[in-house]
Structures are given as structure tokens and as C-alpha cells.
């Protein structure tokens, strides 16, 4: 059975190496996207043997369209391959459903074993998160952010790093209004009453690792 892959990633330049490097490997990229919503109808247009995408994208982040990915194609192979190497982030996204999480600085070869591994059916986590994450699965202090939609954790992460409301709907795509109401549902679900508030509780949870400064 041909190994195919869809690609996501915002930047051109690292679709670009990761195809070349996979093509080394005998796979094959037979699409590419740049964004959530894009990697949705490329999904169901190619029907790939694996994805491989990244978190962090304008619009639809990649948290939210592995989510909907899932709920329509509950079998479906991903691997997440993220800058971030928050616990928290491999934590949400594993419990989404994805079958891999890689950081990007990793060597590359991580990477690859990860895409052989989840073809083969098993879950791949890299080195570098896998005991902390096995340590987070088991602790209390995680489960505040179970109540948010991915949404609202990439707008609740956004806000946790200082950026303003103005800054979060450009990023993603989306209007004031919406950025402001979904601010309000995340500060309910979190019963937390000002930004300084829900930072110090990023920080706590591990979403973010130092202060920003932030207004009421």
C-alpha cells in the first residue's frame, strides 16, 4: 500500500523540505496545505495516508481542524509537528485524537520514525515531552483547560502570551466581536475575572512560561 501524506504547514518553505526529505524515504506528498480549513477539504479530497500538520496557522488553527478532521474521519492518521514543546500542547492534542506529537526542534530523523510508526498503527510521542507528558495525564492541575473548545485554548493561549484582541482576530481570521465573546466564555469556563488573572493561570497550567504585560 502506497504511503501518502498531506502536509500543513503555513510556511512554504517547510513544506518544501519536509517533502524532499520524505520523498527521500519513499513516501509521497501528494498535497499540501496552508492552513486549518484548507487541510479540511484537502483531506477529503486527496484522502491521505497520514497528515502531518502544524498548530500554529491563520484562521482555523491546526488543534481545531484536527478536531473536525477526527469527527468526520475517526480513524484518520496525524501527527502533529509544532514548535511547541509545552506539555500542555501534546496533551490537547493527543487527547484530540492525534496519533503523534514532534517537536520541531527534534532532529529530523524523530520525525521520520514518528511517520513510520504511526503508519504502522502505534501512537509516537518524541522523547523530549513523552515522560512529562505521562506525569501531566495523571495530574488534577489540567483538567481547567478540558473545558475549552480549541478555539477557545488557541484564543485563551494568545491572550495568555499579552496579545490583544485586535492582534488574535487578525491571526485568526476572525471578527472583534467574535475574539471578545469567546475572551467571555473562556474567562467564565475558567471562572477567572481579568487578563492578569487568566495569565497567571497560563503560567500556572504551563501554557505559557513567563508573564506578559496585560491590562484588566
Do not use: C
Not at 529530523?108 to 510521542?125: H, M, P, S, T, Y
Amino acid at each position: 500500500m502506497e504511503k501518502t501524506i498531506l502536509l500543513v504547514d503555513d510556511h512554504a518553505v517547510v513544506r518544501q523540505g519536509l517533502k524532499s526529505l520524505l520523498n527521500q524515504w519513499g513516501y509521497r506528498v501528494i498535497a499540501e496545505a496552508d492552513s486549518g480549513e484548507a487541510a479540511i477539504l484537502q483531506n477529503q479530497e486527496h484522502k491521505p495516508g497520514l497528515i502531518i500538520m502544524d498548530l500554529d496557522m491563520p484562521g482555523m488553527g491546526g488543534l481545531e481542524a484536527l478536531q473536525r478532521i477526527i469527527l468526520r474521519q475517526k480513524n484518520i492518521k496525524i501527527i502533529v509537528y509544532s514548535m511547541h514543546d509545552d506539555n500542555i500542547y501534546a496533551l490537547r492534542a493527543m487527547q484530540a485524537g492525534a496519533k503523534g506529537y514532534v517537536v520541531k526542534s527534534d532532529d529530523i530523523n524523530v520525525l521520520i520514525d514518528a511517520v513510520e510508526k504511526v503508519f504502522q498503527g502505534e501512537r509516537f510521542i518524541g522523547r523530549k515531552i513523552a515522560e512529562h507528558l505521562a506525569i501531566d495525564l495523571m495530574n488534577e492541575n489540567n483538567k481547567p483547560l478540558e473545558k475549552l473548545a480549541p478555539r477557545e485554548f488557541e484564543v485563551f493561549r494568545q491572550l495568555a502570551v499579552g496579545n490583544s484582541l485586535d492582534v488574535i482576530a487578525e491571526s485568526l481570521n476572525i471578527s472583534y466581536k467574535t475574539v471578545a465573546n469567546i475572551q467571555t466564555t473562556i474567562r467564565r469556563k475558567l471562572d477567572v475575572q481579568t487578563t492578569a488573572n487568566l495569565v497567571h493561570l497560563a503560567i500556572q497550567l504551563g501554557v505559557t512560561r513567563s508573564k506578559a504585560s496585560v491590562t484588566k
